[in-house]
Each structure stands twice: as structure tokens, then as C-alpha cells.
């Protein structure tokens, strides 16, 4: 199924598919970042409100913190996050890509977590990631 994004998110959705269980058999270090440096994400409409109907781009993060019934699905999705995980990003076309990480940002942003850690990924995994 192809990918249809909105123009609003054309600079922060990679225009291809990717394998994220690829993206975490990656190899990176994890460093730390300012919280700050993503919560601007908090505020794009990166997220479906219903699940099991594609990638419908149609709630953003804060939606959701701000009131849970926007979208039962994604505040249950969000109760059950956890943080332990490093958030996945490519650095591709001078810019950086989320690939796996938007659930744990937004987590994050509940307790005001200070920093996120991270595993930044070289243009050159493309291949190994990406999926039909």
C-alpha cells in the first residue's frame, strides 16, 4: 500500500517504507539530547486516530496528552510505552528522520524528561531498512 503523506508532513516523514524490527537490529551508540531538540514533533499530526485503517496522519501527539478521548487507541498505545528504549533517528538530505519514536517522545514529554536518548543512523542504511 503506498504511502500517502500530507504536505504538512512531507519534511518529517520519509517518502519510503521501512522494517523498523531492521531499524533496532542496528548497531549505534546512544547518546543524549535535549528533550527540546523533538518536541516540536509533539505537535504534527503524526498519528491515526483509528487503528487498522493505514497511515491516517490525522491527530498530533498533544492531541492526545491534552485529551485521551481524540483517540482511545493511541492514549492506550502511549500508557504502555516504555522508556528504556533509545529513540531511532537517519540522518539523511541534512535532516533528521524519526524512524521509530514518536510514542516515546511524547512519553517523555509527560514527566518533562530533560533528555532523550538516541541512536542516529548513516543515509547508508537505507537499503537494509527499507521494505516494499
Same mark, same amino acid.
Given at each position: 500500500?503506498? +504511502?500517502?503523506?500530507? %504536505? ?5 516523514? &520519509?517518502?519510503? /517504507? ?7 537490529? &542496528? ?8 528533550? *527540546? ?5 509533539? %505537535? ?7 487503528? +487498522? ?28 510505552? %516504555? ?15 524519526? &524512524? ?5 517522545? *511524547?512519553?517523555?514529554?509527560?514527566? /518533562?524528561?530533560? *533528555? ?6 548513516? %543515509?547508508?542504511?537505507?537499503? *537494509?531498512? +527499507?521494505?516494499?
Amino acid at each position: 500500500m503506498p +504511502k500517502i503523506v500530507p %504536505e504538512i508532513l512531507k519534511d518529517h516523514i &520519509l517518502p519510503f /517504507n521501512w522494517d523498523v524490527r531492521k531499524v533496532w537490529a &542496528l548497531e549505534a551508540d546512544v547518546v543524549l539530547l535535549p528533550f *527540546t531538540e523533538f518536541a516540536y514533533l509533539l %505537535e504534527l499530526p503524526l498519528w491515526s486516530s483509528v487503528p +487498522k485503517h493505514g497511515l491516517l496522519f490525522d491527530i498530533c501527539p498533544m492531541d492526545v496528552i491534552r485529551d485521551p478521548s481524540v483517540s482511545v487507541y493511541q492514549h492506550q498505545r502511549l500508557q504502555q510505552i %516504555e522508556l528504556q528504549y533509545p529513540i531511532d533517528v537517519l540522518l539523511a538530505q541534512d535532516k533528521r528522520w524519526i &524512524l521509530d519514536g514518536v510514542h516515546r517522545i *511524547t512519553k517523555h514529554f509527560i514527566p /518533562n524528561s530533560p *533528555t532523550l536518548a538516541v541512536r542516529f543512523h548513516a %543515509e547508508s542504511i537505507i537499503p *537494509t531498512i +527499507k521494505s516494499s
